[in-house]
């Protein structure tokens, strides 16, 4: 059984110009009430976004909606269960802990024209609001030359783009659920103050990487925490990647700077470990940068969509 990209969200592609995020939580006062609003979505979400896509064509606009565990297992509790869905547990490292926040339902929503996020999330919210409460909005963008707003290119370790589906797509591993991702959405706030008072040479250290260039330091010019370092996943002596889509975000007037991470993974098992080595090792970069969210999602393939719709057994 092969990929099928065209049954795929929009989970290893760019991660846009303008872009929104939210997590929310279902409020859990009627059950039936609950699945039926999700039903609806699953139904509408694909055609809201085919709409606007013929309305806009230039403005790539691209989707992806998914479930936590705590959702899959309160929507569908007679359902089989993709793999590795499992509720994030917060890690805890000698200076540091990659905080858990429980959350229901998460978007990501992004496009070349800002209008066109907007008007995806407004149609949604129309048909979900009585339901949901939102625990998190935040709105994105994308800085020069792709740059996260600490000053360095942000996804410089994701696979090619030929190669990304492999490590962002679910297969033949779990049938039930191919083409489906999962996806590690986690919040940070930067400490742009201390941040910006390190010489470029010492921020270069603490990332592994030459600011203006791109260009990977040599092992011994890196600190012995770089976040290129502390950040893989070399399981089995290989190294495992994920995609990438982080996202700067920030209110200038009220000096908040920040990333919103959000790593799609074929495997959910290689996000786990890559988080466990960045905060078990004190990755350099999180004495600038504090996690104030953490929440794993299954990212349905629009096949396990329309099963959700019409109501089916999975």
């Known amino acids: 059984m092969a990929i ?19 997590t929310m939580d279902m409020k859990r006062q ?13 139904e509408h979400l694909p055609a809201f976004e085919n709409s606007l896509n013929i309305r806009y064509p230039d403005a790539g606009l691209a989707v992806a909606f998914g479930l936590s565990r705590k959702a899959w297992d309160y929507l569908f509790p007679n359902a089989k269960r ?8 917060p890690v805890v490292g000698p200076k540091y802990t990659a905080p858990a926040t429980p959350a229901d339902l998460f978007f990501h929503v992004r496009a070349k024209d800002s209008a066109v996020p907007f ?22 963008f994308r800085y020069f030359e792709g740059r996260a707003i600490i000053g360095f290119v942000d996804g410089t370790e994701n696979p090619s783009a030929l190669d990304t ?21 986690q919040k940070y706030a930067h400490d742009m103050e201390a941040w910006n008072k390190l010489k470029t040479e010492q921020q270069e250290q603490a990332i592994g990487r030459k600011k203006f260039n791109d ?11 770089a ?17 990438r889509m982080n996202v700067p975000f920030s209110n200038p007037t009220e000096g908040v700077n920040g990333t919103y991470f959000i790593g799609y ?6 996000t786990k470990r890559m988080l466990t080595n960045m905060f078990t090792k004190s990755d350099r970069l999180l004495d600038f940068s504090t996690p104030e969210t953490g929440e794993v999602f299954f990212i349905p393939s629009f096949t396990v969509l329309g099963k959700i719709a019409d109501g089916e057994d999975f």
């Open 4 to 22: 099928d990209l065209k049954d795929v969200q929009a989970v290893y592609k760019d991660a846009g110009s303008n872009i929104i995020f939210s």
């Open 30 to 42: 009627d059950h039936d009430a609950d699945l039926e609003m999700i039903q609806d979505l699953a």
């Open 82 to 89: 993709p793999k590795e869905l499992e509720e994030f547990e």
């Open 119 to 140: 008007e995806l999330m407004t149609m949604v919210m129309e048909r979900i609001q009585d339901n949901v409460t939102v625990l998190d909005e935040t709105h994105g």
């Open 165 to 185: 589906p492999d490590y962002a797509v679910i297969g033949d591993e779990d049938p039930d659920f191919i083409n489906g991702s999962y996806a590690f959405a």
């Open 215 to 225: 260009v990977e330091l040599e092992d011994e010019q890196k600190a012995p925490n």
């Open 227 to 243: 976040h290129n370092i502390a950040s893989q996943d070399n399981e089995g002596g290989v190294e495992h990647k994920i995609v």
């Open 265 to 270: 993974a074929r495997h959910w098992t290689v």
